[in-house]
């Protein structure tokens, strides 16, 4: 029979039956076993430490392994995403989270070290589902493009206008140095930060 004539049905026959004649000839291949596939990189408890931590008021209790970032641990461990992980370098500020009323990056500090403390993300600073008036203003004054900043940003000026609820301008920016915008919405955030801080009784 020609090759040119070969169909797949018989091809695949032929390739079978010199599979299986070569399995027979040889023992060893047609007893071993198949190759075990890798393990995943997934989380394991083998080295972890408790650590427990207030979440947007709520009382979580988990295990990470020491080398866990606070930020892996919100979104890998606690589903909690609303702090983003963009630089993972601690240079873009979009994981950016309060830590007992003070705004650091999740990227830099690990899990350990917040054991005990309260995080309050920018789904934290809503109420009963109600936008914060921070969040509010972003929304009024178009003060986000792509969206990956904005957690950041919220959280940067919310933690800025908490402890200076009349900061000007210049206190804004100061409080948003460590915040980048790649999509150039600096303007607009600075403008929702402001109006809210005009606002302030």
Known sequence: MDN???????????SGAAVAATAVANPLLACAAPAKEAEPQGFTEQGTID??????GVEKKFKVQPRTTLLDALRDRLDVTAAKRVCDRGTCGACTVIKDGKPIYGCMMLAVDANGSTITTATGLMDNG?????????????????????PGFVTSVAAALKANPKASL????????????????????????????????
């Open 170 to 201: 210049d206190e804004i920016k100061e409080a948003c140095r460590g915040n980048i915008c790649r999509c150039g919405t600096f303007n607009r955030v600075f403008e929702a930060a402001v109006a809210v801080a005009k606002g302030a009784k």
């Open 130 to 150: 109600k936008l914060s008036d921070v969040q509010q203003a972003f929304v009024d004054h178009d003060g986000l493009m792509c969206g990956f900043c904005t």
């Open 51 to 56: 650590v427990s931590l207030r979440v947007d």
């Open 4 to 14: 040119k004539d070969l169909s797949r049905r018989q091809f695949l026959k032929k």
